[in-house]
């Protein structure tokens, strides 16, 4: 099994791993938001709440998404990157890494390659304001970038994003908050 394929079929455990891990905003106990919760305040669900269950949530690679901001978010992701991750599910459909079901999206895509964090932040950068260009009502994004030796998570809160496309929030202040979800994992 060639390395690309491998990091494929294993990105929803890795994925579903790394979303217990994320940091969500103290609540009133000093803990965290759990799981697939929102962040007080903030409109933003800390992970899909589906995260590493049925594959066939996914876009099967010959459907095109339904939402223009997916669209738009997908083109990105293409020009961008070296695609969204492929995998076959259990009943021998093809599929992307891309879900538009619910308030949280989830893109799983292969990065570019890179050498250090400067290029995953332009990554997260390009994307984030692509999904935060044209974005549905009250939808986060949850992304998963699988590289050669690293995966990285970062997430879009909805309320970032709307804030950002009505010009409230500035691209640098927008792109800071992202960066600031985003987690680094080396895989070799």
Do not use: K
């Amino acid at each position: 099994m060639n390395r690309r394929g491998c990091l494929s079929g294993v990105a929803g455990c890795l994925a579903a791993t790394l979303a217990g891990c994320t940091r969500g905003a103290p609540d009133e106990d000093g803990g965290t938001a759990g799981d697939g919760a929102e962040t007080p305040g903030t409109g933003c669900a800390q992970d899909p709440a589906t995260a590493g269950d049925d594959e066939e949530r996914f876009l099967a690679a010959n459907e095109t998404p339904e939402s223009p901001g997916a669209r738009e978010l997908l083109a990105a992701v293409e020009a961008e990157t070296d695609g969204l991750t492929r995998f076959t599910d259990d009943d021998g459909t093809e599929r992307v890494g891309f879900d538009e079901g619910g308030d949280v999206w989830e893109l799983r895509y292969r990065g570019a390659p890179h050498a250090g964090e400067d290029r995953f932040r332009g990554e997260i950068s390009a994307l984030s304001a692509a999904f935060a260009s044209n974005p549905p009502d009250g939808v986060s994004l949850w992304a998963t970038s699988l590289h050669e030796c690293t995966t990285g998570t970062w997430h879009v809160c909805a309320e970032a994003a709307a804030a950002f496309d009505r010009g409230e929030l500035g691209r640098e202040a927008f792109v800071d908050r992202v960066w600031d979800t985003a987690e680094i994992e080396n895989n070799c």
